[in-house]
T-cell receptor, first 111, second 115 residues
């Protein structure tokens, strides 16, 4: 059973701080990793994807991938109250064209 | 460009009744996905279509769930008979070709409550 694990939270950070969201996965052959944001009552929307070890930056968001440790993270700099949402980590299963989602981490950014 | 469309947005039924959901993907997208998202969990893939063929339905409870995409465009997902544990949001997503690096675009979902 291929799994994606996330801390359910809530992760509470003050406005302007860095929020760090973590995800581990069990399938060592996975190649593609995705972060989706889901506001309450809404559908998931893609924030970032990453394929290679290291960091990938897009505006206030940085995705970090460490395949040896089977670990992917999302950093949100200068967190805003509008970033308050559930963040879903998704892993594309090796050999298949499907995504396995974690249960998500709920982030709360307070003023 | 119009997004993924789903209907209905909400549905309340009693257990043992049947229900159907409809999805229209982004124009030109060959790959269509149906996910089930139970409250507090991440989306779980139920079935994936490539054009009108099934690519993966390993997690579809085939004794009660069925799905079709007859003309390779829109799709319907049916539950018959429904159980209490089927209460969830049913999300439809699409992507251009289903390739490894592609983004999946989600529709607004259908919230199902089974009483």
């Amino acid at each position: 059973q291929k799994e994606v694990e996330q801390n359910s939270g809530p992760l509470s950070v003050p406005e302007g701080a860095i929020a760090s969201l973590n995800c581990t996965y069990s399938d060592r052959g996975s190649q593609s990793f995705f972060w989706y944001r889901q506001y309450s009552g809404k559908s998931p929307e893609l924030i970032m994807f990453i394929y290679s070890n290291g960091d990938k930056e897009d505006g206030r968001f940085t995705a970090q991938l460490n395949k040896a440790s089977q670990y992917v993270s999302l950093l949100i700099r200068d967190s805003q109250p509008s970033d308050s949402a559930t963040y879903l980590c998704a892993v594309r299963v090796s050999g298949y064209n499907k995504l396995i989602f974690g249960a998500g981490t709920r982030l709360a950014v307070h003023p | 460009e119009a997004g993924v469309a789903q209907s209905p947005r909400y549905k309340i039924i009693e257990k043992r009744q049947s229900v159907a959901f409809w999805c229209n993907p982004i124009s030109g997208h060959a790959t269509l996905y149906w996910y089930q998202q139970i409250l507090g969990q991440g989306p779980k893939l139920l079935i994936q279509f490539q054009n009108n063929g099934v690519v993966d339905d390993s997690q579809l409870p085939k004794d009660r769930f069925s799905a079709e995409r007859l003309k390779g465009v829109d799709s319907t997902l049916k539950i018959q008979p429904a159980k209490l544990e089927d209460s969830a949001v049913y999300l439809c997503a699409s992507s251009p070709r289903g390739g490894p690096g592609e983004t999946q675009y989600f529709g607004p979902g259908t919230r199902l409550l089974v009483l």
